[in-house]
């Protein structure tokens, strides 16, 4: 009788441990398609409900925009009491096990004030004690969301196996939420990576003028295509002719705002007194010759892109104003009196070092600040040497077609082209291939022709000054001990003329290059050569050094 009585008191235990251990497996099995976390907690919850009466599972979660805790997965709920099912932090029962991270246990939801009722009326329950069990889903030692059950008090399973199987699968569940975070992240993140590089595809620079395959030219790119979207300002660097103003284009052709105008505006090429006119525009009769008014380039720009080209070149009286335009994006024309709102982006461009001109007292630092949000430096054309036969090719297609001439390159051009130092960058490159084209005979570019350009090209340097020193004396091939110049008289701005390789020149390269340690860069400067020519007759000479 002992034994019988033992055994129909064991049963239902022995009972319910196995539903248990069925829930787990099942939850387990679950965790592994978190890829769809609606279905994987739809079914725990519904399992929970089959298998151990804990029922109208629900699981909240705070809203990303209002933080309120909302019914995210339910099971035995309407959409009606899921929408109902909102709480602020602390608010409620499920508010407070939110916000302490703590269980909460209400055997009887009639005799507990705290208990809301909100989302399912009590008139929908059974008509006896009902309780209410919430546990906090937890990561990281956080509360990240609660989830809840209701059941009936009289059943004989005791509350705390309830608790202790609600916070292992409460526990599960977070790993679901939190595996299924992972994967939109990665998959965002993939998606936006796919969206870049579709976006690389589909609008390489070369669609706009802008050419090349070095790592110095990809880098710009790749950058550009970062921050095109973004609203923040732009500040261009770099010499002459390497490309700043198609670089800004190329932003706004590729920015959301390329549906509006791109205004282009040179600081530099209008004279002081007419810029601020230009820029910000003027009433009627505001100065002297105002017989009408006239909108500014910035308000013109409304909607899309102002390039400032030269920015260095601004007048201090002016950099001012650009600074209000960039602080509280708005513009008052001369002789106006209200302001004018303005939705524009600036994108501005510097050959100078404007930090040099910061210290120097000629540009403001705030206004530096504000434009120097995105630097982008266009790389000289030296310094993507690998770009000059693209490059190349293309000027030669582009002006054979436009004079009507049909031209063929020798063997050697290309390696002079790219021995060149290239001072005016791809400005000065597209100029002498179109003189080439123009002083070609019989068809065809060869390399006399274009060692006389470039001889001529040579003469001209953009660091001319009024006290220029000579140039210092190459070391010849018998002089040995004879003593190298020194370093402050190297100045890199003295170059010779552009000159073909000779043989004849191997033993004195050989000796500059000895007299200064190996040092090539200092060995160039004492030879009147840029460190790219001396490199270009060494290759050209086979002379090896190390």
Same mark, same amino acid.
């Given at each position: 009788?002992?034994?019988?009585?033992?055994?129909?008191?064991?049963?239902?235990?022995?009972?319910?441990?196995?539903?248990?251990? @069925?829930?787990?497996?099942?939850?387990?099995?679950?965790?592994?398609?978190?890829?769809?976390?609606?279905?994987?907690?739809?079914?725990?919850?519904?399992?929970?409900?089959?298998?151990?009466?804990?029922?109208?599972?629900?699981?909240?979660?705070?809203?990303?925009?209002?933080?309120?805790?909302?019914? %995210?997965?339910?099971?035995?709920?309407?959409?009606?009491?899921?929408?109902?099912?909102?709480?602020?932090?602390?608010?409620?029962?499920?508010?407070?096990?939110?916000? @302490?991270?703590?269980?909460?246990?209400?055997?009887?939801?009639?005799?507990?004030?705290?208990?809301?009722?909100?989302?399912?009326? %009590?008139?929908?329950?059974?008509?006896?004690?009902?309780?209410?069990?919430?546990?906090?889903?937890?990561?990281?030692?956080?509360?990240?969301?609660?989830?809840?059950?209701?059941?009936?008090?009289?059943? @004989?399973?005791?509350?705390?196996?309830?608790?202790?199987?609600?916070?292992?699968?409460?526990?599960?569940?977070?790993?679901?939420?939190?595996?299924?975070?992972?994967?939109?992240?990665?998959?965002?993140?993939?998606?936006?990576?796919?969206?870049?590089?579709?976006?690389?595809?589909?609008?390489?620079?070369?669609?706009?003028?802008?050419?090349?395959?070095?790592?110095?030219?990809?880098?710009?790119?790749?950058?550009?295509?970062?921050?095109?979207?973004? *609203?923040?300002?732009?500040?261009?660097?770099?010499?002459?002719?390497?490309?700043?103003?198609?670089?800004?284009?190329?932003?706004?052709?590729?920015?959301?705002?390329?549906?509006?105008?791109?205004?282009?505006?040179?600081?530099?090429?209008?004279?002081?007194?007419?810029?601020?006119?230009?820029?910000?525009?003027?009433?009627?009769?505001?100065?002297?010759?105002?017989?009408?008014?006239?909108?500014?380039?910035?308000?013109?720009?409304?909607?899309?892109?102002?390039?400032?080209?030269?920015?260095?070149?601004?007048?201090?009286?002016?950099?001012?104003?650009?600074?209000?335009?960039?602080?509280?994006?708005?513009?008052?024309?001369?002789?106006?009196?209200?302001?004018?709102?303005?939705?524009?982006?600036?994108?501005?461009?510097?050959?100078?070092?404007?930090?040099?001109?910061?210290?120097?007292?000629?540009?403001?630092?705030?206004?530096?600040?504000?434009?120097?949000?995105?630097?982008?430096?266009?790389?000289?054309?030296?310094?993507?040497?690998?770009?000059?036969?693209?490059?190349?090719?293309?000027?030669?297609?582009?002006?054979?077609?436009?004079?009507?001439?049909?031209?063929?390159?020798?063997?050697?051009?290309?390696?002079?082209?790219?021995?060149?130092?290239?001072?005016?960058?791809?400005?000065?490159?597209?100029?002498?291939?179109?003189?080439?084209?123009?002083?070609?005979?019989?068809?065809?570019?060869?390399?006399?022709?274009?060692?006389?350009?470039?001889?001529?090209?040579?003469?001209?340097?953009?660091?001319?000054?009024?006290? %220029?020193?000579?140039?210092?004396?190459?070391?010849?091939?018998?002089?040995?001990? *004879?003593?190298?110049?020194?370093?402050?008289?190297?100045?890199?701005?003295?170059? %010779?003329?552009?000159?073909?390789?000779?043989?004849?020149?191997?033993?004195?390269?050989?000796?500059?290059?000895?007299?200064?340690?190996?040092?090539?860069?200092?060995?160039?400067?004492?030879?009147?050569?840029?460190?790219?020519?001396?490199?270009?007759?060494?290759?050209?000479?086979?002379?090896?050094?190390?």
């Amino acid at each position: 009788m002992t034994l019988e009585t033992s055994t129909e008191h064991a049963s239902p235990d022995l009972a319910t441990r196995e539903q248990e251990i @069925t829930l787990l497996l099942e939850v387990a099995k679950l965790m592994g398609r978190s890829g769809d976390p609606d279905a994987a907690i739809y079914r725990i919850l519904g399992m929970m409900s089959q298998l151990l009466g804990l029922n109208r599972g629900r699981v909240l979660l705070p809203d990303p925009d209002s933080g309120q805790l909302r019914i %995210r997965h339910a099971y035995g709920l309407t959409d009606a009491e899921r929408a109902r099912g909102s709480y602020s932090l602390g608010e409620g029962v499920t508010g407070r096990v939110m916000k @302490t991270g703590q269980i909460a246990l209400i055997q009887d939801i009639d005799n507990e004030p705290e208990y809301l009722a909100r989302a399912i009326d %009590r008139s929908t329950l059974p008509q006896e004690t009902v309780a209410y069990i919430a546990v906090p889903i937890v990561q990281d030692e956080h509360a990240i969301g609660v989830l809840g059950v209701h059941r009936l008090r009289r059943r @004989t399973r005791q509350f705390q196996d309830d608790l202790n199987l609600l916070r292992v699968v409460a526990s599960m569940i977070g790993q679901v939420l939190r595996i299924h975070q992972l994967i939109a992240e990665r998959t965002a993140e993939l998606v936006s990576e796919n969206r870049y590089l579709k976006s690389a595809l589909d609008t390489q620079g070369g669609q706009y003028g802008i050419l090349g395959e070095s790592p110095a030219l990809r880098h710009v790119l790749k950058q550009v295509h970062r921050i095109a979207d973004t *609203q923040a300002t732009v500040l261009v660097t770099g010499a002459s002719g390497t490309g700043k103003e198609k670089i800004a284009r190329m932003i706004h052709r590729i920015s959301q705002r390329n549906a509006k105008p791109f205004i282009s505006i040179n600081c530099a090429a209008i004279p002081a007194d007419l810029l601020e006119s230009e820029l910000f525009g003027h009433e009627k009769g505001a100065f002297t010759g105002a017989s009408s008014a006239k909108v500014g380039k910035i308000a013109l720009a409304d909607g899309g892109t102002l390039f400032l080209d030269e920015i260095g070149d601004m007048p201090e009286a002016l950099q001012s104003k650009i600074l209000r335009v960039l602080q509280e994006r708005v513009v008052q024309p001369i002789g106006g009196n209200r302001d004018l709102p303005v939705d524009v982006r600036i994108i501005a461009a510097t050959h100078q070092n404007l930090q040099a001109a910061v210290n120097a007292g000629h540009f403001r630092l705030d206004l530096f600040y504000r434009l120097n949000v995105i630097p982008l430096h266009m790389p000289a054309l030296r310094d993507r040497s690998s770009d000059i036969r693209l490059l190349t090719r293309h000027f030669l297609d582009r002006y054979t077609h436009l004079h009507g001439w049909n031209v063929v390159v020798d063997d050697g051009v290309l390696e002079r082209l790219e021995g060149f130092d290239w001072p005016g960058n791809i400005r000065q490159l597209e100029n002498v291939l179109e003189r080439a084209v123009l002083l070609s005979t019989d068809g065809r570019i060869g390399t006399p022709l274009i060692d006389e350009i470039l001889h001529e090209e040579s003469r001209i340097s953009p660091f001319e000054s009024e006290t %220029r020193s000579p140039p210092a004396e190459a070391p010849s091939a018998g002089t040995t001990g *004879q003593t190298m110049p020194s370093s402050s008289a190297m100045r890199t701005d003295i170059v %010779r003329p552009y000159q073909r390789v000779n043989a004849s020149e191997a033993e004195r390269l050989k000796q500059a290059i000895v007299q200064t340690g190996g040092n090539k860069t200092r060995a160039a400067m004492a030879l009147g050569l840029t460190p790219r020519q001396l490199r270009y007759r060494l290759k050209k000479l086979g002379i090896e050094t190390t």
